[in-house]
Each structure stands twice: as C-alpha cells, then as structure tokens.
C-alpha cells in the first residue's frame, strides 16, 4: 500500500472516473480544470479509466489539458500507468493480462464476417467493430476454451483477459491504493462503464452525465444488486465534486 502522493489537507477524494463524455463533455473539462482541480488537487485521488490506448490517452489528457491523474487505467483495463513511476509494468493482474491470447482469438474471429478489429489497441485485449447482426452466443462459445471476457457493447466488442475490466481494476485501487477513508466516486457515461458500477462493491458514490447511454441504465438496471447512479446532470461529476468538497471544507 502506497499513498505518499497524497497528502490529504482535508477528507480525501478518490475519483475513478472514465474521460469521454464524462469528465471530458462539453464545458465540462475547462470546469474540471479551472474551478474545480485547483480547490481539490491537495487532497483528491485521481484515476482515469478509459477505453482509449494508452498512446491515445496520454494525447488526450495533453490536448483536453486535463490534470495529470495518479493512475491511467487504458484499453478497458488492460493497460496501467502510474505518476509516481511512469511505468505500465505494475499492473495488478499483471498474469492475467500477460498470458492474454490475443493471436489465437484473432485467429478464431477471423470466423466471423460481421467484426472488424480494431488495429491499435493493446497486445492484451482485442477489439472489433461490429458491423452487422453478429452472433454473440456463437462468438463467446467460440472462444469458450479461452480464459477471456466478452464486453458487449452497442457498437463494438472488447474480448478481455478473464477477469480483468475497469470495474475489477478499479475495485482494486479502492483497496490497495487509497486510504481506506477516502470518500470514493465513479464515473461513467457508457457500456463500457457498467462493469465500473457493477462491480466495485465498496461503499462509494456513483455518477453518470444526464446524456448517459440509454443502454448503460438498461444494464445497471437488469443487475439486481447494482445501485443505480445517484448523480446526473451535464456536470453531475463536478457537482457532486463541489459538494463533497463544500461538506469536507466545512469539517476541515
Ligand atoms: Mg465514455
């Protein structure tokens, strides 16, 4: 366990938020950055979870002009980078990833006409356009007797190492890496977020943008022991920042 970046001036936030159309949407990074970031940054944690690259990313955090995060979660949980080391070496299912059988699922997607892979993601998970009406029982009873995931979404497929995803990563920096009395929020506005509200059992607040996915609410909602998102709004993530930072202020 490992908190030396932070030193928190007051109660600490660990934000674990995706980047697209969550903290980055329309006004919604200038907010971050100018009015928020400064009153915070002494004591919140910050994490991004994307599905972008790792290259992607660290382009994008540049070019939003987003604050540096204490750790880059990319390629849907595949790729980790933290501030403190700059390396993508640590990642905490490191063996999972690692033994990730990218050529043989290529190989046997190459089965399927109604997927395009995407060229650039990762050498731990594998991507695919879906470009017409795929079917998903044959995919996944495809790749059976490989240890990997299938994440759905409306348009695209992420085949993933078993049990790595951003809500398992994520449910691991909670434990392991913040301080057990940080008040946590996650964000999320897509699919690719369900498993982020999902999976992450411990106590914490759950946000997503007003313009959230219809079909990331239709999934929250079929799981039954999931809580629905609290937060909404254009800025739901900010709000709720402002406020937490508003009730720790008054404490502190
Ligand atoms: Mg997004």
């Not at 932070?6 to 109660?11: A, D, H, M, N, S």
């Not at 999934?219 to 993530?237: K, Y």
């Amino acid at each position: 366990m490992s908190i030396e970046s932070l030193e928190p001036l007051g109660t600490p936030i660990a934000l674990l938020t995706d980047i697209d159309g969550t903290i980055h949407s329309h006004e919604c990074t200038t907010r971050f950055a100018t009015e928020v970031w400064p009153k915070c940054k002494d004591h919140m944690f910050l994490i991004f979870l994307t599905g972008r690259t790792m290259a992607d990313t660290l382009d994008s955090i540049r070019s939003y002009e987003l604050p540096q995060p204490d750790i880059i979660v990319a390629d849907v949980g595949t790729s980790w980078r933290r501030k403190k080391t700059n390396t993508e070496d640590q990642h905490p299912f490191l063996f999972a990833v690692k033994r990730f059988p990218r050529n043989e699922v290529v190989r046997i997607m190459e089965g399927f006409q109604d997927l395009n892979i995407q060229e650039t993601c990762s050498p731990h998970r594998a991507s695919y356009n879906i470009v017409g009406a795929v079917n998903k029982i044959m995919v996944e009873n495809a790749l059976s007797n490989l240890m990997v995931d299938c994440l759905w979404s409306q348009d695209y497929l992420d085949i993933l190492p078993q049990g790595v995803n951003k809500g398992t990563v994520a449910s691991h920096i909670i434990n392991c890496l913040i301080p057990s009395e940080a008040v946590v929020i996650l964000a999320g506005n897509s699919y690719n977020d369900s498993h982020l509200f999902i999976d992450v059992r411990q106590p914490c607040h759950r946000v997503v943008p007003n313009d959230t996915d219809q079909s990331l609410i239709e999934e929250l909602s079929r799981s039954t022991d999931c809580i629905l998102p609290e937060g909404n709004g254009v800025d739901g993530v900010l709000t709720l920042i402002q406020e937490l930072l508003s009730d720790t202020t008054k404490g502190g």
